[in-house]
């Protein structure tokens, strides 16, 4: 167990509306990221950081911002939904040995 | 471009009998691998990785086996237990690589039968 939270673990919301997911962390993990899963894409880079205020792009970063105000807290903002981004988000942090990513529980966010 | 490809979207075996996942990847500057584990409704965890200084490293019941010449990796479960059905996933980083981001396959289902 990392120590990662992730909230809401389910959201449903409207095209158009902003929506923040949040990803919290108890140990002090320096790099976060957030990860999207959809079915026959396995798992894909949103964003990720490398520290307080440190932040950058990943692969599917469009859509997407990010604001890491204290080590403990990542936040994953949907400016505006589309239903293109229902799907599920997951955090993870890097720890231990090598590139080891420890993941969160998920949020599952349904754009209607 | 898949830089990572597992060609098997599922894999089904006998309780007791060996599994094989395999995972292909086209960038030989990857030096990391990863397998993660994921039952529905839960977050991917961390099973086992290896370095490519090595070339196989075992787990208990899990081993994986890389061939760099080939650029193939393998996940091997013996005996495999009706709890190891899952999405299993293959992933790999590299030096350099952007804050060791891991770039990820798009999974194979594994189901395990009584």
């Known amino acids: 167990d990392a120590g990662i939270t992730q909230s809401p673990r389910h959201k449903v919301t409207e095209t158009g509306t902003p929506v923040t997911l949040r990803c919290h962390q108890t140990?002090?993990?320096?790099?976060m990221y957030w990860y999207r899963q959809d079915p026959g894409h396995g798992l894909r880079l949103i964003h990720y950081s490398y520290g307080v205020k440190d932040t950058d792009k990943g692969e599917v970063s469009d859509g997407y911002s990010v604001s890491r105000s204290k080590t403990e807290d990542f936040l994953l903002t949907l400016e505006s939904a589309t239903s293109s981004q229902t799907s599920v988000y997951f955090c993870?942090?890097?720890?231990?040995?090598?590139?080891?990513?420890?993941f969160g529980p998920g949020t599952r966010l349904l754009v209607l | 471009d898949q830089q990572v490809k597992q060609n098997s979207p599922s894999l089904s075996v006998q309780e007791g009998r060996i599994s094989i996942l395999n995972c292909d990847y086209t960038?030989?500057?990857?030096?990391?691998f990863l397998w993660y584990k994921k039952y529905p409704a839960e977050g991917p965890t961390f099973l086992i990785s290896?370095?490519?200084?090595?070339d196989k490293n075992e787990d208990g019941r899990f081993t994986v086996f890389l061939n760099k010449s080939a650029k193939h990796l393998s996940l091997h479960i013996v005996p495999s237990q009706p709890g190891d059905s899952a999405v299993y996933f293959c992933a790999a980083s590299y030096p350099g690589g952007s804050q060791g981001n891991l770039i990820f396959g798009k999974g194979t289902k594994l189901s395990v039968k009584p």
């Open positions: 993870a942090i890097r720890q231990g040995v090598g590139e080891t990513q420890y």
């Open positions: 960038n030989s500057m990857f030096d990391y």
């Open positions: 140990e002090n993990h320096r790099y």
């Open positions: 290896i370095s490519s200084i090595k």
